[in-house]
């Protein structure tokens, strides 16, 4: 990867330089038998749009904090690099009541009524579907994001050290995040090619940085595994022979 790279909306833009056909994030939730693969190029086009509804379609600007209530899934990693995109902080199981805007899935969707700002709601439905019933409060991202742009230029541009990510107590800009997740990448021996599976919740810095930023930083992809525990050990391991895992981050 480029090492001028100082944001996290640097690293997807030099992996879409670098490789855009190459897979990026490859999602399995055990619970439902889903399997989903992203590009680099179908991540960035989802980014792009979903950057696109934060900035003109929520109005939201750089500094603003957006409650991010979401559980590890590949639309979560959309929305991190979109508020990056975007300037926006994204406060990872952070207070609704305290946010400018929140995004939820259909587990929490009464916390997020605490945010007195613009509510968005994923179904979190296999293809990206929407709700049967768009949830009373709260805009159904399915349904928003589609008639985006599939290019984003932001209105102000992000720096390095502008805050970029909030989680378990701790706060990181932009550049802080990158030179984490490249430590992280060469703990965990990532390099361009390789491939980590992660079963890690996104709850903590540890489960973001297996589960998107670390494999993003190396030039590498991730196998996020939702529901692993519902994965019995044989299947476990034709996953890792079929998806030609490098190494793992249970």
Known sequence: MNASDRTPADLLRSALAADPARPLVTFYDDATGERVELSVATFANWVAKTANLLQDGLSAEPGDRLALLLPAHWQTAVWLLACSSVGVVADVGGDPAAADLVVSGPDTLDAARACSG??????????????????????????????????????????????????????????????????????LGLAAGSRLLSGRAYDTWDGLSAGLYAPLASGGS??????????????LEKRVASERVTGSAP
């Open 118 to 187: 613009e509510r968005i709601a994923l179904a979190l439905r296999p293809l990206g579907g929407r709700f049967p019933q768009p949830p009373e409060g709260f805009a159904d991202y399915a349904v928003e994001v589609p008639g985006q742009g599939d290019r984003f230029a932001p209105y102000v541009p992000v720096g390095p050290d502008d805050p970029a990510l909030a989680v378990d107590g701790t706060e990181l800009t932009g550049a802080q995040l990158v030179d984490r997740a490249r430590a992280d990448a060469a703990a």
């Open 222 to 235: 991730v196998v996020l595994c939702r529901n692993l525990d519902q994965l019995p050990p044989e299947g």
